[in-house]
Structures are given as C-alpha cells and as structure tokens.
C-alpha cells in the first residue's frame, strides 16, 4: 500500500468547511484513497472512499487530483462534533478485506 | 452500515493477571477480524489477523503466547492478554470487513481500555 502524508493538525471555524489534504504520490493504479476519523477514545468510523472519481456522501466530499497525487476530505459545514483525527489510507483494490494501515492522520480540531 | 462490538469497553487487572476481550460482528458475518493496539497519542498498530476455523496470524513483533486469539465462530473473536504487565496498558480496537455492493469497508469496534496496576 502507498504511503501518506497528511499535516499533524488543522483548526476550522464551526460552521464552515474543513480541508483536509493528503499526499499519496506513490500510489499505483489499482490503489484507492479511504478516509477514516478517530473521535478521542473511540474507534475509528468510515467516512468516504475513492479511485479516481470525486466522490460524495452524506458525510463529505472526496476530491482526488487528475494525477492521483494527492487529495482533499471537505466536510462542508464542520460542527464540534467533526473534532477527531482524520487518516487517510491507501489501499488495493476495494474488493479486498485487508486489514488498514494508520499513518499518523490530521487532528482537526473544530473551534466555536 | 455494520455494526461490531467489544466486551468490556474498559478493564483494569492487576499485573500478573489475565484479561479477555471480546469482539462481535452483530449484523454480519466476518470469516476474518483484525485486532490492533493504540498507545496515546499514536496511530493504531495491527497486532494480529484473526481467522475463524484457523490460527492467528501475528505481526511482526507481537507475541503469539501472550497475545492468545481465539476466532470461536463466524460473528466472534476473542483477544486475551496472558500475564498481563502494565506496558500492556493500552487501547485495544477490533475490526471486521463487510462487503457492502462490490468493495469491502472496515468496521471497527468502539475499543477497550486497558490498565493494567
């Protein structure tokens, strides 16, 4: 599995978006970018997943670049409850049941 | 989406001692699990792959004789802690993939506490 780069920390204002960055530039063909968020003291909970394609749930947003370098978590209206710790993974092929590989994530922290 | 849970969210033993804790898929079958461990303020390590039917498989580094898993049925995993000593100390979370349309997603417990005096 490629590796990620996410930055240690971000704040965001509580009602507006959060963006989260993650730099995959060894990821391969087959590879997909997964999100997933650690609220403290709990365990981690799915957000979105991707190939290529701009994905969106109810959740968030999912942008990868055309190059599939890199790629951007937006939780468009952030609240309070959104502070957690964001880890981005790369992964083969969706169809696997692997286990994950946690990098070290990005602890946003929503401020009122 | 599927919902997987532990037993008990949080232990304290005494060192010397044992602990076992308990992770159940509720709503879906899981032929495998995966058990990590979470120090503060650190990402989550695997320790080991569970396989119902079969052995464990162990990460490098973590003691099968200490870290004993048992995959009793297709919606139960247990992870027992022998002689449990206070570097133990930690948060354990397990995991089960459930194929939702034509990927897998990875479902995790809520995690237990363990501390160990």
């Known amino acids: 599995d490629a590796k990620t780069t996410q930055p240690p920390s971000m704040d965001c204002a509580e009602g507006r978006a959060a963006n989260l960055p993650c730099n995959h530039s060894?990821?391969?063909?087959?590879?997909?970018v997964y999100w997933y968020r650690q609220i403290h003291s709990q365990g981690p909970q799915y957000i979105i997943h991707?190939?290529?394609n701009n994905e969106t749930n109810e959740m968030a947003s999912l942008i990868i670049t055309e190059d599939r370098k890199s790629s951007t978590l937006i939780l468009p209206h952030a609240t309070l409850r959104d502070t957690a710790v964001y880890y981005c993974?790369?992964?083969?092929?969706?169809?696997?049941?692997?286990?994950?590989?946690f990098g070290s994530g990005t602890q946003l922290t929503v401020l009122p | 989406g599927a919902v997987v849970s532990q037993h008990p969210s949080w232990v304290i033993c005494k060192s010397g001692t044992s602990v076992k804790i308990e992770c159940r898929s509720l709503?879906?079958?899981?032929?495998?699990m995966f058990w990590y461990r979470q120090f503060p303020k650190q990402s989550l390590m695997l320790m080991a792959t569970?396989?119902?039917?079969?052995?464990?498989?162990?990460e490098q580094g973590v003691e099968k004789d200490k870290f004993l898993i048992n995959h009793a049925s297709l919606t139960l995993s247990t992870l027992t802690v022998t002689s449990a000593h206070p570097e133990d100390s930690s948060f354990y979370i397990c995991?089960?993939?459930?194929?939702?349309?034509?990927?897998?997603?990875?479902?995790f417990g809520p995690g237990t506490r363990l501390t160990v005096t």
């Open positions: 995991s089960a993939p459930s194929r939702t349309g034509g990927s897998y997603e990875q479902y």
């Open positions: 060894t990821i391969s063909g087959n590879e997909y």
């Open positions: 991707g190939l290529k």
């Open positions: 993974i790369v992964r083969g092929s969706s169809g696997s049941a692997r286990q994950l590989t």
């Open positions: 709503d879906f079958q899981a032929t495998t």
């Open positions: 569970s396989n119902e039917g079969s052995k464990a498989t162990y």
